[in-house]
């Protein structure tokens, strides 16, 4: 196994060729979910996955997956990511992903290797949920944690609606939601943190995935004339939502441990130098590993929210945009990953992610597991985003010895997740 080795120059050059779609600068790429720039990503995906002969199919959320069959039929061994990115994305978050499934299936057909199990490679609708929430929409859909009418209902930032944004594009497809569960999943991205460049490691093997929170929170006040208003008569939205800004951050510092906290979109309207705002509108990202202290991070906030609201005779309206529980990835995925990355001579640490990913969802489905490399500097969602070619070429690898060892491996005992985490029930997630 050690001995097949993925196309290093071609793997970089298609991540290079797809970020020349939606171009911004800085060597970045915009491609928010469904968009033209979305659509024209999506075609050159679909044209590789045809060039290699893949059995092409389309769910009714957009997603899309390519099959290479095995000498046997039933559930592929399936890999993907997505190819949306936020306003100011890199050229590796969730490209890198898709664009390795389509390496490993080329070695294999390059080589006239047969697996046991098809394989499969898919890209997924609105991963990161910068234009329609939640994020991960498409592996929900596909997991069945989100119905179809209501995944295609959901209005974004723009007021575009999902599915008809869907349909302008052409990529409604019509294959059912949910779809069927693979033989197991494994994802292969960046890191997206420090962590794995910290520790001069090359191969993350991820554990599980953080606990998702977001709110949206609509303050109205009293719009008023800046200079004439005294201090103790102003219902000040603005006021208000910067007090929540920067509570969170303490809230964040005082939990500690893994406690992350952000307010990443903050709007005041009607946002004029010498007017009293009239309303607010802002967004809280909270995430934790543990379930439990991030229903008392969400709690804390409440709390604080009410609190700051009625002191400045303002009214909040809260809005869930995504909730989602951290999820245990299964051992077994996990330990191949890390036996794989070791057997390939590369240094291997087991972390958990602290962003978002559809492997997240796919875990309801059947074992699953993510493979990591470094990110430069730590930074993503932003055009530096960085991961050098030795370093993306070693995470195709692993992720092709991972999906072969996986093909050859019994996975019948359980077959789905074990109770650790993975089939993690969460309620209202997504709701918005
Ligand atoms: C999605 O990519 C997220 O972690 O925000
Ligand atoms: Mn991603
Ligand atoms: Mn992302």
């Keep these: 196994m050690s001995d097949l080795h993925i196309d290093g120059d071609r793997l970089v050059r298609r991540i290079n060729d797809l970020a020349t779609i939606g171009p911004i600068e800085g060597g970045g790429s915009c491609r928010l979910a469904l ?74 057909e390059q080589h006239g290797i047969t697996t046991e199990h098809p394989f499969a490679v898919a890209f997924f609708t609105d991963e990161e949920g910068a234009r329609f929430q939640p994020d991960m929409l498409g592996s929900l859909v596909y997991a069945g944690g989100m119905g179809l009418e209501e995944a295609l209902d959901v209005v974004g930032i723009d007021g575009a609606v999902l599915g008809e944004e869907l349909d302008r594009i052409g990529y409604r497809g019509t294959s059912p939601c949910p779809g069927s569960a693979p033989r197991a999943f494994v994802e292969l991205h960046v890191e997206q943190g420090p962590v794995l460049e910290a520790d001069g490691v090359t191969i993350g093997a991820v554990t599980g ?38 509570y969170v951050r303490q809230l964040a510092i005082r939990m500690g441990g893994r406690q992350v906290a952000t307010v990443g979109s903050l709007e005041l309207h009607p946002n004029l130098v010498n007017v009293v705002a009239a309303s607010a509108r802002l967004t809280v990202d909270l995430r934790n590993t543990d379930e439990a202290l991030l229903g008392e991070a969400e709690a804390d906030l409440a709390r604080f929210v009410a609190e700051a609201a009625a002191a400045e005779g303002v009214t909040v309206e809260e809005r869930t945009l995504a909730r989602f529980q951290p999820v245990a990835f ?103």
């Design 35 to 108: 968009t033209d720039e979305d659509r024209d990503g999506r075609d050159l995906v679909v044209a590789w996955m045809t060039d290699l002969g893949l059995d092409i199919s389309m769910d009714g959320i957009g997603n899309v997956v390519g099959v290479r069959p095995g000498r046997t039929d039933g559930p592929p061994i399936m890999t993907g990511s997505h190819i949306d990115t936020v306003r100011t994305g890199g050229r590796y978050d969730g490209n890198l992903g898709v664009l390795a499934g389509l390496e490993v299936i080329e070695t294999l």
């Design 330 to 432: 299964d051992d077994r995925v996990v330990d191949t990953v890390a036996a794989v990355a070791a057997e390939l001579g590369h240094s291997v640490k087991r972390l958990p992610s602290g962003a978002g990913h559809d492997a997240q969802m796919m875990a309801r489905l059947c074992p699953t597991g993510m493979v990591f490399v470094p990110s430069r500097d730590g930074i993503s969602h932003n055009p530096a985003e960085y991961t050098e070619p030795d370093d993306l070429v070693a995470g195709a690898d692993v992720l092709l010895g991972s999906m072969l060892a996986l093909d050859a491996m019994d996975l019948s005992t359980t077959g789905a997740p074990d109770g650790s985490g993975g089939a993690s029930t969460d309620g209202a997630e997504g709701a918005p």
């Design 209 to 246: 995935v953080q606990g998702i929170s977001w709110t949206e929170l609509a303050i109205t006040g009293q719009s008023n004339h800046a200079g004439t208003t005294p201090m103790d008569l102003r219902h000040d939205p603005g006021y208000v939502a910067a007090l929540i800004a920067s």
